[in-house]
């Protein structure tokens, strides 16, 4: 993580620096001020590990609720649940982001679900749309996509991921996160994609 990042900033860090499996949960955030558990999970840990501090999380995602919920609700029920995700309530467990690997074999998503790995827990179609829709680099019918849906389909997750990373930032094939490293944590995404702006 690079220096602290504050409510205010993560609309911008979003757009710019989040994978794909951030990007949606974001998105659907913002749409439906709302997440389903495990959702919450992955993205308040993701944004933990970005350097988003626990006052700043709970501005965030107070916000994010908007008129959805009222200051009590959101006091009694959500508030306690950032804390302990920070390590101030119960075994005061600091809980780091999760791997890929972690996201891709746990909590399996159901329908109404938006955590998970797109590359995995999206169909083709519902992928395509997604990448293209949310990355410009990225045309439905291109062959970057078709590269992008046989990496999914011989179950190289990763492999799509670094691709569409590689895709996004102007970087060469195979370069990946820098020395031909392969995405394996959506917060190195990130770390890397911030160093690559500056
Ligand atoms: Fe996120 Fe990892 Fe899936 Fe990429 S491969 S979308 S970083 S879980």
Redesign the pocket.
């Known amino acids: 993580a690079q220096g602290v990042i504050t409510a205010e900033m993560v609309d911008d860090v979003a757009r710019k620096h989040f994978?794909?499996?951030?990007r949606n949960l974001y998105d659907r955030l913002k749409r439906d001020h709302h997440l389903k558990h495990f959702g919450r999970l992955q993205l308040g840990l993701f944004l933990k590990g970005i350097g988003l501090p626990l006052d700043e999380a709970i501005v965030f995602w107070r916000r994010m609720y908007g008129a959805t919920m009222s200051d009590d609700k959101f006091n009694k029920e959500y508030k306690y649940n950032i804390r302990h995700s920070y390590g101030q309530e119960g075994k005061r467990t600091n809980y780091p982001p999760k791997?890929?690997q972690q996201?891709?074999t746990q909590n399996q998503p159901g329908t109404q679900d938006s955590h998970?790995?797109?590359?995995?827990h999206f169909s083709p179609d519902n992928l395509s749309a997604f990448l293209s829709s949310t990355y410009p680099q990225i045309d439905r019918g291109s062959s970057d996509m078709k590269e992008i849906l046989d990496s999914v389909k011989s179950t190289h997750?990763?492999v799509?991921?670094t691709r569409?990373f590689e895709l996004t930032h102007g970087i060469k094939k195979g370069e990946g996160l820098g020395g031909s490293e392969s995405?394996?944590?959506?917060n190195k995404?990130t770390d890397r994609s911030r160093e690559l702006e500056r």
């Open positions: 994978p794909p499996c951030m791997s890929c996201i891709l998970g790995c797109p590359f995995r997750y990763h799509a991921c569409v995405v394996a944590h959506p995404w």
